[in-house]
């Protein structure tokens, strides 16, 4: 609390809060745009459509496999750094936004619970992640990493001698062998896929319903909290 | 068991000329991966090597790794390596039968205990102690554990002996297992997988011990990298058309008839360790790919369960079907998912405003 009250705006500018510090933006933006470029060439590795014309003119699989394999490294570079901050960053960004432990967060699920089961009208004040959000952020994360346990177990096995990726063939065996990899690999992008959705979708009702300016927040850092009679109750 | 010459003296009886033999040295060098030069040095080395003494077992199996090798169109060194000169037990070729042979293979084991190989084909069945496959009144679990127990080294030839193969395919009545795993506290285990497992790879293997008087190294599965370091993808003669990303779409269509990659076919290539595009099949004829067959991926454990259906890229969603598409039951997870999100939100926030206006203007009001 007292990292991000000290960097509340002065009486002038009400309401406005630093959430989202620089690194937090900048690993989301880099995990989001780093999984559009690997569903889309992923979704084509998976499922080619076949090139014509004279095959020596022709390196679409390989053109593919090399941005997917870019993008992965951005992806796995932003995924760990995201993570590594959880235990640096401000209260915001920390770990324990996304796991209800204390009492007060889980008063907050409650609540954000009942807002969501309509027994309750007006959006419970949080200035991070609600309760809520931070639990669908475990499964996002959870899948992010399983989508990269998987991406290095399947790049392992292309990944040329000496390579230092080739480590994570140990990798394969507890995945259930190459082919459950892939599979593994190719439905956690759609659960993925799925559960990017329901944040987007979230994050806009909340943003609607909280008037927070929580869209923007993910792009400027600062968040709208107007000062309400339960807001610091339930800011926990 | 030492006994010098036995191999020059084999080679005489068959008709093998000695440039065969040196051209054997040579095809065994390239898939060792060690230089062709060094076929002189193997051949010396083989013709000096102890005579090793081999047992061959079969459990639950349909032969197909013998019929593998004894379907060479002629006596090849490989052939008198395996079968003629040092096989003391084995099952479908022995001239032995009955007590006599149960004996012959008892006294093996007894005289030769911690020296000989045992080679084994097909998975061992542990359901109803043991009873699903029984040799002599002793079940393969019994026999296995006595023989590989005392063995110098245990090879398990084929995917059902390495890693279960088809009786071990769910829902695999007769709890089969591997080797591997039926012998508690084996010595010197290695998997040569693949269904069948390919002659010239056993032939390899015991050249290789001959020479080298030790094992190969291995993979995490315990196959040998000579052999399984490589992905089939890696060695294809298609691959040039995997990378262009030109498939064959449907069975005989164009581009099949030109030979381009069997991807989208179901290949398995990419997710198989196999040396078959090297040194092919029937000696050196052709192997399933080059005939424009998908790689079923046959040395990779549980082949049957994991790699099926073999004329799919990949197994469909559980409850939606046999074969059943990821990506059509992935979009509909996803649009359904994001429909409800979003049909629910604003319903939420519709609702929350009307009962803001409610409360008079009071946007926070709670109602609790």
Known sequence: MNDASARRLPESAPGRVYVWELPVRVTHWAIFLSVV???????YIGRPFSAGGATTDRFVM?????????????????????????????RYACWDQFIPLTRERWRGFVKTTKFYCFLRHSFPETI?????????FVGIFALELLMAATGFALYSVLAPIGSPMRVFRFLVPILGGLQDARWTHHVGMWLLITLVLAHIIAVVVI???????MIGSIFSGYKLIVDRQDGERDNG | MTEQG?????????GVSRREFVKFCATMAAILALPQTVAENLAEAIEKADKPTLIWLEFQDCAGNTESFLRASRPTVAEIILEKVSLDYHETVMAAAGHQAEAALSKTVKDYAGKYIAMVEGSIPTGADGAYCTIGGKSALQIAREV????????????????????AARPNPTGAVAVGDAVPGIKNLINLSACPANAENITALLVYYLTMKQWPPLDQYRRPLFAYGKLIHDNCERRAYFDAGQYVEAWGDEAHRHGRCLYKLGCKGPVTFQNCPVIQWNQGTNWPIGCGHPCLGCAEPNFWDRM??????????????LGSNVDRVGIGLAAGVAGAFAIHGVARVVSARRAARADGEKPEGESQ
């Open chain 1, 37 to 43: 470029v690997l569903c889309v060439t992923g979704t």
């Open chain 1, 62 to 90: 390989g053109i593919m496999k090399v941005v997917h394999f870019y993008a992965a490294i951005v992806f796995d570079v932003a995924l760990a750094a995201r993570i590594g901050w959880m235990f640096f960053g401000n």
């Open chain 1, 128 to 136: 991070g992640l609600n309760p809520m959000l931070g639990l669908l």
């Open chain 1, 207 to 213: 943003s609607v319903a909280q008037r927070s300016d």
């Open chain 2, 6 to 14: 036995w191999l020059e003296r084999e080679l005489k009886a068959h």
């Open chain 2, 148 to 167: 590989c127990g005392a063995a110098a080294a245990t090879v398990a030839v084929g995917t059902c002996a390495a890693f279960g193969g088809i009786p």
């Open chain 2, 308 to 321: 099926t259906p073999f004329y799919r890229h990949l197994e469909g969603v559980p409850g939606f079907g």
